[in-house]
């Protein structure tokens, strides 16, 4: 009954480093995404997943990379972290990215802190 | 575009009192509707979710209903108590493949005892 898992839950970088957020389900979901949260932005879309093999960018992709291999994985990849990628960053994934009616179900979040 | 909106911004109500959460969307065409919870420094909890064709759904002091017509939904929360104190949010399934969800900006609810 895991749903959606992140990992890390909380990481500090020096400006600079690289490294790479987790995100796994086990609902067998195509869509899955990345959102990061910062206070009075709400939500935004860094970049989603329609199925294995295929990754798009969203609303805010500058800075990260995703890819896609299995229908489980999206993991998210920062090259070069800067202080404006403080955030909250959500996984989120749903059973169908098209016009099809489905939940969407999100893990815990990953708190990111750039020094 | 899609675009949501939630009125009010932010709510204080005190404790027992019944409720009303609005959720506005400018296009018709979703194919539903999801509340969330977000409780400080939290996660998104899913309460309920709408299907296009669907009018209400209730789970426990929750009812939830769509206008699509009007481009409305409200989340009522009845008896509130201070453990509802969150953030509500509602998204929208809307639109083809990619960008599919469009999240409003939420209303941040607190239940005083």
């Known amino acids: 009954n895991a749903g959606v898992t992140q990992t890390p839950k909380f990481q500090v970088l020096k400006t600079g480093q690289s490294m790479t957020l987790q995100c796994a389900q086990d609902?067998?979901?195509?869509?899955m995404s990345w959102y990061r949260q910062d206070p009075g932005m709400g939500l935004r879309l860094i970049h989603y997943s329609v199925g294995a093999g295929i990754t798009d960018q969203g609303e805010v992709p500058n800075g990260y990379n995703v890819s896609r291999s299995t229908t489980e994985d999206f993991p998210l990849r920062l090259l070069s972290a800067a202080p404006s990628q403080t955030s909250v960053y959500f996984c989120?994934?749903?059973?169908?990215?098209?016009?099809?009616?489905?939940?969407?179900?999100f893990g815990e979040g990953s708190r990111l802190t750039v020094l | 575009k899609q675009e949501v909106t939630q009125i009010p911004a932010a709510l204080s109500v005190p404790e027992g009192e019944n409720l009303v959460l609005n959720c506005s969307f400018t296009d018709s065409a979703i194919y539903n509707l999801q509340w969330f919870r977000q409780d400080p420094g939290k996660g998104l909890t899913s309460l309920l979710l709408i299907q296009s064709s669907q009018r209400e759904q209730t789970s426990g002091r929750l009812n939830a209903s769509l206008d699509k017509s009007s481009g409305r939904s409200t989340l009522y929360i009845a008896a509130s108590q201070p453990g509802d104190s969150a953030t509500y949010l509602c998204?929208?399934?809307?639109?083809?493949?990619?960008?599919?969800?469009?999240f409003g900006p939420g209303t941040r609810l607190s239940v005083l005892p």
């Open positions: 998204v929208t399934k809307w639109g083809n493949y990619g960008q599919n969800f469009v």
């Open positions: 989120a994934s749903s059973y169908s990215p098209g016009p099809i009616t489905g939940e969407l179900f």
């Open positions: 609902m067998n979901h195509e869509y």
